[in-house]
């Protein structure tokens, strides 16, 4: 078992002992009691958080983050772009499950591998890139929420709009990609 694991299932058996403490007496916590249990959980959750930062930080999980994220990105913005440019032809009830088929898996992916990037580009480009990737993602909800309600000129203005913010999260991913690509000490 890891060290994430194990820190996790103290936490765990820390409140729960926790809660146990506190209801033994309706009127009164045993402090003496509940103290240690509560210093044996700092620990427990500072243990877990340090384990995490380390594995976040893992080279390899951050080379596969990465290529997960400039794949989800190149995904996400050429199906935007496909579908872009057949708005004429999409039917406004249909856009809403064609967003699901074609963007809900990458962008799904997007987030979850997300935090790599922090480690990698720094906060500032991390804030950056996600900046434009957030404002994207609630166009497409936009798109999904008109198609629902059959509004047409919303779908249209709404996916160009999608695609103008991924195109901008693209670029900015790239160019931070290639700068830590050209650091000495990248991975």
Do not use: C
Not at 99 to 108: C, H, K, P, T
Not at 126 to 135: L, N
Not at 172 to 183: G, H, N, R, V
């Amino acid at each position: 078992m890891s060290t994430k694991t194990i820190s996790l299932l103290v936490i765990m058996a820390v409140f729960l002992a926790g809660a146990f403490i506190s209801v033994l007496d309706p009127t009164q916590i045993n402090w003496t009691w509940f103290v240690p249990v509560l210093g044996v959980g700092l620990v427990a959750l500072y243990i877990y958080k340090k384990a995490h930062h380390v594995e976040a930080k893992a080279s390899h999980r951050l080379s596969g983050n990465l290529q997960i994220l400039d794949t989800s990105l190149a995904n996400i913005l050429g199906n935007l772009e496909a579908l872009n440019a057949d708005s004429e032809n999409l039917p406004v009830y249909e856009a809403r499950f064609e967003i699901d088929r074609l963007l809900r898996e990458d962008l799904n992916h997007f987030a979850n591998a997300r935090e790599s990037m922090k480690h990698v580009f720094g906060l500032q480009n991390y804030a950056d890139v996600m900046s434009a990737f957030a404002a994207g993602e609630r166009y497409i909800n936009r798109v999904w929420s008109a198609s629902t309600d059959g509004y047409v000129e919303e779908v249209r203005s709404y996916l160009e709009r999608a695609t103008q913010q991924f195109r901008e999260a693209r670029s900015l991913f790239a160019e931070f990609q290639q700068q830590y690509q050209s650091t000495p000490s990248s991975v």
